[in-house]
């Protein structure tokens, strides 16, 4: 399974870390990723990560401000957000694959989808 944590209020400008362990039987997924939902509106990808080699992707909304990383020892991704904005508030869920894309993920051809963990930048 997957587990997201870290979520939380925090106000304009701050910023938020959010973690995601990868446990069980998936342990060997080559490509993770946050997406996230705000209220109202459709799921929204925000970052991906290949667990070989680390090669990173954003969505042009999040590009500069967060990070997405991981530890492979400890089978978790993170994404650190920097100055955030109200238009952050959204639940984020962490995502798997067991194919390894450079790029966007595509939630149809995902394997995992983890429990999100909501956040919410007040202004």
């Known amino acids: 399974q997957l587990q997201a944590s870290g979520g939380g209020l925090v106000q304009t400008g701050e910023s938020l870390s959010l973690s995601c362990r990868a446990s069980?039987?998936?342990?060997?997924?080559?490509?993770m990723g946050w997406f996230r939902q705000a209220p109202g509106k459709e799921r929204e990808f925000v970052a991906s990560?290949?667990?070989?080699?680390?090669?990173?992707y954003y969505a042009d909304s999040v590009k500069g401000r967060f990070t997405i990383s991981r530890d492979n020892a400890k089978n978790t991704v993170y994404l650190q957000m920097n100055s955030l904005k109200p238009e952050d508030t959204a639940v984020y869920s962490c995502?798997?694959?067991?194919?390894?894309?450079?790029?966007?993920?595509?939630?149809?051809?995902?394997?995992?989808w983890g429990k999100g963990t909501l956040v919410t930048v007040s202004s």
């Open positions: 995502a798997g694959m067991y194919g390894t894309v450079i790029g966007r993920l595509d939630y149809s051809g995902l394997d995992y």
């Open positions: 990560i290949t667990w070989i080699g680390g090669i990173t």
């Open positions: 069980g039987r998936i342990l060997s997924l080559n490509s």
